[in-house]
């Protein structure tokens, strides 16, 4: 399929869409990585069918052009690709503990649409679901190592890089228009500044608000 730059303003949303997505994560990921797959839109109406809640996100950015493929499809096809879309994603499972994995490997969660407080959801999870599982005399038994197999770190040792972690993550939430004007003053705060990211403009801002240097 042939993606296209498209202008915003020529796109349609989906009338019927029964989707709620999180304009505001996606608006982060769009800030911290870009567009990085495209928007499916109807050829003959111009009407998203993948992407309606993406393209909101790249309003709030101020972006005027998104990355685009057509596809050419009837008013049902049209329909039946906006359900299955999001049902799949619905369907869709977890492996947490190798979620938790991926996550406590990063030096940020910026842009992964997760905070701290869902790695520590799945810690309880995982732990909670192994509790309802394992007999007691499993939870205290310590298996043998195997030269021949590959160690796969335990909930235990997870949790403990996780805790022993020196970097940490604010999530600030705001009504849609505030949030709109937040990202606007920050990009523009960060230009002026010459910063790379708004946890260098806080921090900044703070420095200079209480007339004292970070730690």
């Not at 991926?102 to 649409?113: A, H």
């Not at 040792?157 to 990202?183: D, H, M, P, S």
Request: aromatic fraction near 6%; charge should be negative.
């Amino acid at each position: 399929m042939e993606t296209k730059s498209v202008k915003i303003d020529t796109l349609t949303h989906y009338e019927n869409n029964a989707r709620r997505g999180n304009v505001e994560v996606l608006a982060d990921s769009l800030r911290v990585h870009g567009q990085y797959r495209p928007i499916v839109v109807q050829k003959s109406t111009n009407s998203i069918l993948a992407g309606n809640h993406l393209v909101e996100a790249a309003k709030t950015l101020g972006w005027e052009n998104v990355d685009v493929v057509f596809v050419d499809v009837d008013d049902e096809a049209a329909r039946k690709i906006v359900l299955v879309d999001n049902r799949s994603a619905e369907l869709g499972e977890f492996d947490k503990e190798a979620l938790i994995e991926l996550l406590s490997e990063l030096g940020s969660l910026d842009g992964t649409g997760y905070v701290l407080e869902d790695l520590d959801d799945l810690f309880v999870d995982i732990e909670e679901a192994e509790n309802e599982t394992m007999s007691e005399e499993d939870r205290f038994t310590v298996p043998l190592a195997d030269d021949n197999v590959t160690e796969r770190k335990s909930i235990a040792q997870l949790a403990e890089e996780y805790a022993g972690r020196t970097v940490r993550n604010i999530q600030l939430e705001y009504e849609n228009k505030t949030f709109v004007w937040v990202v606007e003053k920050l990009a523009a705060a960060r230009g002026s500044l010459g910063l790379e990211n708004n946890s260098q403009l806080i921090v900044r801002l703070l420095e200079k608000e209480l007339n004292e240097s970070a730690p």
